[in-house]
């Protein structure tokens, strides 16, 4: 799809860290690329707890240095409070790695900036309305500036959504964007200065703290401030918010009424307006086809209890970059990386997807969250009588066993085994658990996490970005 005399081949619509990453992965491997966004950066954004998964790929990219010479927090891991347990996860030691916290409007930017200095053509403003499809394949994009000016770009091979939670293509086009009804919830945050955390958080650790009603997190960012933000039902938030009460009127008494986050703001100083967002949790029906592929949030979301949000959309981003680029060299069908980038995609989100609704139900303990994270894993404990570690949860929620599996041709079995243990979860009996609705996997179980066709290919980064083929799968 390279092209000597500088046609775009590749439309990326967003230019968040999706958008940015798969920009940038593509343009460093000879193709044409073009990006627009709605927003004139920087703008703001909610997000800002990156996965061990984040630095891997944004050091594959070349931009990691930049971000550690930012001055955004370095992350270690976390500490958690989960109903009558407590445990840290710390990535140094237990997957050897570190991500970051950051300012998303920073971050955003620099990432955006860093596709714009590989070659990727950036237009900030112009926002996607519609796209145009010929039988099954997009073929232009109709835009309208923030001046009001239309136009249509039709001069791309391929198209990538990244447009968030917009869903130009899911949400907008083909209507199968589907929320899980589990995950109803609302998050409503502020910022502080002068925050404490909790004791034994590792260097720069987000803290996550449950309460009866729903969870807290805290986030260390640069210059002594902290995010704090607050988790809950849509049905409990809207009993708090009786009358249209101001959001400071909300969030500062939740704030003051749990024991935990009393004790580390009493010397901090509050910055400032609440902020809210609700009905986040969703999958579309499927996340490509011919000549396109839907990354980030625009193809799924999940609850930010995991903090999984920019993981997903910076590891989507790489594999359809990956997919794309060996497309382009001749290495594979345009159907076989279709299938590649479906089954990473999906199997990356539907163990989380688990894992965070087996947290909700709130009955099982750590010991029972750590043996289904191995279970998640496909992990064996040599003694079955042992207490089970929380190493394969540590590695879940930081992403490395997604960037494990896709590089490793031997994840059949395992896949396998995530899909049964996804469906077991959604079976598992909640009666006589108050108020928990029984988990909804169908929407990403009925899709190809058992094609075997899919194991067929695994992600290289070297000697450059793409697919491999498996001669000999493992079985």
């Known amino acids: 799809m390279t092209d000597s005399n500088g046609r775009t081949r590749v439309l990326v619509v967003g230019g968040g860290p999706a958008g940015s990453v798969a920009a940038t992965a593509l343009a460093q ?3 044409s690329v073009q990006l627009i966004e709605s927003a004139q950066f920087p703008r703001y954004h909610i997000g800002e707890s990156l996965t061990p998964s984040c630095r891997t790929i944004l050091e594959q990219i070349g931009v990691a240095e930049k971000l550690d010479n930012h001055g955004f927090v370095i992350k270690h891991g976390g500490a958690f409070r989960w109903d009558t347990d407590s445990w840290i996860f710390d990535w140094g030691s237990q997957v050897g790695s570190r991500s970051w916290q950051v ?19 950036v237009s900030m403003g112009v926002t996607a309305k519609a796209v145009q499809f ?10 309208a500036t923030d001046s009001g000016s239309l136009y249509t770009i039709d001069d791309f091979d391929y198209l990538i959504d990244a447009t968030g939670r917009y869903g130009l293509l899911s949400a907008r086009h083909f209507k199968d964007r589907h929320p899980h009804q589990n995950l109803q919830n609302v998050a409503v945050w502020g910022y502080w200065t002068g925050a404490k955390m909790l004791p034994d958080t590792p260097t720069g650790g987000i803290n996550i703290i449950s309460t009866p009603e729903g969870w807290f997190w805290v986030i260390p960012l640069a210059d002594g401030r902290t995010s ?61 086809g011919p000549g396109y592929m839907i990354v980030g949030d625009a193809a799924c979301f999940l609850d930010p209890l995991l903090s999984s949000g ?30 590649f980038f479906e089954f990473a995609y999906r199997r990356a989100y539907t163990r989380l997807l688990a894992l965070v609704s ?36 540590a590695e879940i929620i930081g992403g490395v066993s997604d960037m494990r599996e896709a590089t490793d041709a ?29 988990p909804d996997f169908s929407s990403v179980l009925e899709n190809p996490l058992r094609d075997a066709k899919s194991t067929e290919y695994t992600l290289v980064t070297t000697p450059r970005l793409g697919l491999a083929r498996v001669t000999e799968p493992s079985v």
């Open 103 to 121: 300012d998303r409007s920073e971050f955003d930017l620099l990432l955006l900036n860093h596709a714009q200095d590989n070659g990727v053509k």
């Open 29 to 31: 491997q000879g193709i």
């Open 358 to 393: 087996v947290m909700y139900e709130r009955y099982l303990g750590k010991d029972g969250l750590f043996h289904i994270s191995d279970r998640l894993v496909g992990a064996t404990s040599p003694n079955p009588d042992d207490a089970p570690s929380s190493l394969s949860f």
């Open 410 to 438: 031997g994840t059949r079995v395992l896949t396998e085994q995530l899909a049964d243990e996804a469906f077991k979860v959604q079976q598992r009996s909640v009666s006589g658990v108050d108020g928990v609705s029984k």
């Open 228 to 288: 704090i933000g607050f988790v809950t039902s849509k049905e409990s938030f809207a009993r708090h918010r009786q009358n249209q009460a101001p959001l400071n009127d909300i969030y500062l008494p939740l704030i003051a009424e749990s024991p935990a986050l009393s004790d580390l703001v009493e010397d901090a100083e509050y910055q400032g307006t609440a902020h809210v967002e609700t009905d986040y949790s969703y999958v579309g029906g499927h996340f490509g």
């Open 134 to 143: 010929t039988g099954d394949r997009p073929t232009s994009v109709r835009c």
């Open 310 to 339: 920019v993981h997903l959309a910076v590891y989507s981003a790489f594999n359809a970059a990956a997919s794309i680029a060996s497309v382009d060299r001749g290495e594979v069908t345009e159907q076989e990386a279709l299938d």
